[in-house]
T-cell receptor, first 112, second 114 residues
């Protein structure tokens, strides 16, 4: 069964550093998303991406964040100048149509 | 805007007993509804989804959910709980637009008692 692949599974970074979280969506999917889950809390929407541009972004997704689809397969989330409160599990998801979202296994980001 | 309310942040049931996890949604348009499961230190796995076909939806691992428009509910059930069902369960909603995101509830942690 096709999977959404996220790398790395765990990233530790120092406060103030930049991190790039990587995702390989399912190949025929057109819609891409990033979500985050702070430990013990709900899964929160960050951003959706379609046709090489952001479709929608949440209040969380401020200028510190950016997304990119640098080639035909990867979908990245960049977090600049990381803060302690950015520590969370970050999930990538993709969908082909409106009725199915496939999530990756997530990247656990720890900011120290 | 859509929203989801999950009643009970923790639910405990005995092994072999009925599992009932409650979810109520709010949406201005006919929604798509989902249940996801998250095992400890793992990602989100789709259990089942409602997309306007049959109102009783069957999913993986013996789970099912019924869409009730009059009650704006989409409760998740399983006739007989198994120890392996212990996990966090998330109800989610989207409003079917082509590029819309899904909105998650706060989750319900299911504990299975031996």
């Amino acid at each position: 069964e096709p999977e959404v692949t996220q790398t790395p599974s765990h990233q530790v970074t120092q406060m103030g550093q930049e991190v790039i979280l990587r995702c390989v969506p399912i190949s025929n999917h057109l819609y891409f998303y990033w979500y985050r889950q702070i430990l013990g809390q709900k899964v929160e929407f960050l951003v959706s991406f379609y046709n090489n541009e952001i479709s929608e972004k949440s209040e969380i997704f401020d200028d510190q964040f950016s997304v990119e689809r640098p080639d035909g397969s990867n979908f990245t989330l960049k977090i600049r100048s990381t803060k302690l409160e950015d520590s969370a599990m970050y999930f990538c998801a993709s969908s082909e149509s409106r009725d199915g979202y496939t999530f990756g296994s997530g990247t656990r980001l720890t900011v120290v | 805007a859509q929203s989801v309310t999950q009643l009970g942040s923790h639910v405990s049931v005995s092994e072999g007993a009925l599992v009932l996890l409650r979810c109520n949604y709010s949406s201005s348009v006919p929604p798509y509804l989902f249940w996801y499961v998250q095992y400890p230190n793992q990602g989100l796995q789709l259990l089942l989804k409602y997309t306007s076909a049959a109102t009783l939806v069957k999913g993986i691992n013996g789970f099912e959910a019924e869409f009730k428009k009059s009650e704006t509910s989409f409760h998740l059930t399983k006739p007989s709980a198994h120890m392996s069902d212990a996990a966090e369960y998330f109800c989610a909603v989207s409003d079917r637009r082509r590029d819309d995101k899904i909105i998650f509830g706060k989750g319900t942690r299911l504990h299975i008692l031996p």
